[in-house]
């Protein structure tokens, strides 16, 4: 896994460790998606690209863009990340 990229998912382990105010599902989805990035990287070589992992980057960013920026702009970096891999 690139440098940065486990970097900025770091970053997003450190902001739900702040314990932020959010529900169990928020949560729990940010945690599953952070685990499914992970996943994906790691079998990247042997796959194509997924549409999938990337909607759910977005889909995640714009359900805590109002309410928790800070998530957000993290998820954004690694969107950029994904999409500077070709993902």
């Keep these: 896994m690139p440098e940065r990229l486990q970097q900025q ?3 997003l382990r450190d902001q739900l460790a702040e314990d932020p105010p959010l529900d169990a ?3 729990a989805s940010l945690i599953e998606l952070m685990q ?4 994906r990287l790691a ?8 549409a999938t992992l990337v909607d759910g ?9 109002t309410r928790h920026p800070t998530l957000a702009g993290t998820l954004r970096n690694i969107m950029q990340s994904l ?3 070709g993902i």
């Design 25 to 27: 599902e928020e949560r």
């Design 83 to 85: 999409a500077n891999m």
């Design 36 to 39: 499914e990035i992970e996943l």
């Design 9 to 11: 998912l770091q970053q």
């Design 43 to 50: 079998r990247e070589a042997a796959m194509a690209p997924d």
């Design 57 to 65: 980057v977005n889909l995640a960013i714009e359900r805590f863009e």
